[in-house]
């Protein structure tokens, strides 16, 4: 069975402290790893894909990187509007479905 | 609308009730997807479409729960016999048919909640 582990569950950064987000995985078949960003109340918003260990993505103050065993979220100088869930997700094998995890509660406080 | 609409956004129902929950994909999007999200977890797969026939119902936890999406846009998640258990937020997620797998688009939810 696909398992996803995050950690932190939850994170509390100053403004402008960079830190990393981790998520590993088990999964037989990986075709892709994704993470999202949800707000309170609402639902997941798509940040990234990843397929292959040594692949990076960047996204302003976010970059994502891939392992064969785990993801990281770095997050540099962060801001007050960064706070959010971040959740990581991984698709495997010929399956549609999406597999989650709990995801990383990130307040940055000023 | 330019996103996923989810209708209603609050349902509160007794326990034993019928409820039905509606999903408005992105205009043109050929995959809908609904999942279940419970407080403090991420969310949880239960059924795929594509077009109008679910291509994968393997996370449907029971036969109270049933989805349709008969033209193939608007999907209705269907509960029978509700029970206290089934409290969760429900959502839906569309996407164009190539873009990448993991590229959904997800609407707000709705949350319900069984008495």
């Known amino acids: 069975e696909d398992q996803v582990t995050q950690s932190p569950e939850a994170l509390r950064l100053q403004e402008g402290e960079s830190s990393s987000l981790n998520c590993s995985y088990t999964?037989?078949?990986?075709?892709?790893l994704f993470w999202y960003r949800q707000d309170p109340g609402k639902g997941p918003e798509f940040l990234f894909t990843?397929?292959?260990a040594g692949e990076e993505k960047e996204k302003e103050r976010l970059k994502a990187t891939l392992t064969k065993k785990e993801s990281f979220l770095h997050i540099t100088a962060p801001k007050p509007e960064d706070s959010a869930t971040y959740l990581c997700?991984?698709?495997?094998?010929?399956?549609?479905?999406?597999?989650f995890g709990t995801g990383t509660r990130l307040q940055v406080t000023l | 609308g330019a996103g996923v609409s989810q209708t209603p956004s609050n349902k509160v129902t007794e326990k034993g009730k019928y409820v039905e929950l509606r999903c408005d994909p992105i205009?043109?999007?050929?995959?809908l997807y609904w999942y279940r999200q419970s407080l403090g977890q991420g969310p949880e797969f239960l059924i795929y479409?594509?077009?109008?026939?679910?291509?994968?119902d393997s996370g449907l936890p029971n036969d109270r729960f049933f989805a349709v999406r008969p033209e193939g846009s608007v999907s209705t998640l269907k509960i029978q016999r509700t029970e206290r258990g089934d409290s969760a937020v429900y959502l839906c997620?569309?996407?164009?048919?190539?873009?990448?797998?993991?590229?959904?688009?997800f609407g707000e939810g709705s949350r319900l909640t069984v008495l």
């Open positions: 997620a569309s996407k164009r048919g190539l873009a990448e797998p993991g590229e959904l688009f």
């Open positions: 999964v037989s078949g990986l075709r892709g």
């Open positions: 990843l397929y292959s």
């Open positions: 997700a991984v698709q495997a094998g010929t399956a549609s479905k999406l597999t």
């Open positions: 205009s043109g999007h050929t995959a």
């Open positions: 479409f594509q077009g109008t026939g679910a291509a994968d």
